[in-house]
Nanobody
Framework: QVQLVESGGGLVQAGGSLRLSCAAS????????MGWFRQAPGKEREFVAA????????SHADSVKGRFTISRDNAANTVYLQMNSLKPEDTAVYYC?????????????????WGQGTQVTVSS
């Protein structure tokens, strides 16, 4: 069982930066694939980024490549999402997700555990 708690969301102007954190409980955090997803009002939840249990492999959605970076600190049981050059279209609730697997998944249905989300609002 894994519990996930996101933090770091807020209101930022276009072009600004935010760093989201997701703190996980459980002794086996280092064996979990970790992902970030987002959901804007009236839209489906979409993949943002994922990182393998070791941190050696990551994947980012095309819409955020070059602007967002996922990373993890297994000693701290935490995964991060550094978001730079933010755009109004990045406005959404951002969710952290986890699954015990060695494979990278980019679809939400593949993840077993979810946080409650943190709001990110980018003003133009």
């Amino acid at each position: 069982q894994v519990q996930l708690v996101e933090s770091g969301g807020g209101l930022v102007q276009a072009g600004g930066s935010l760093r989201l954190s997701c703190a996980a409980s459980g002794r086996t955090f280092s064996r979990y694939l970790m992902g970030w997803f987002r959901q804007a009002p009236g839209k489906e939840r979409e993949f943002v980024a994922a990182i393998s249990w070791s941190g050696g492999i990551s994947s980012h959605a095309d819409s955020v490549k070059g602007r967002f970076t996922i990373s993890r600190d297994n000693a701290a049981n935490t995964v991060y999402l550094q978001m730079n050059s933010l755009k109004p279209e990045d406005t959404a609730v951002y969710y952290c997700a986890a699954r015990s697997t060695l494979v990278i998944f980019t679809t939400s249905r593949e993840y077993d555990y979810w946080g409650q989300g943190t709001q990110v609002t980018v003003s133009s």
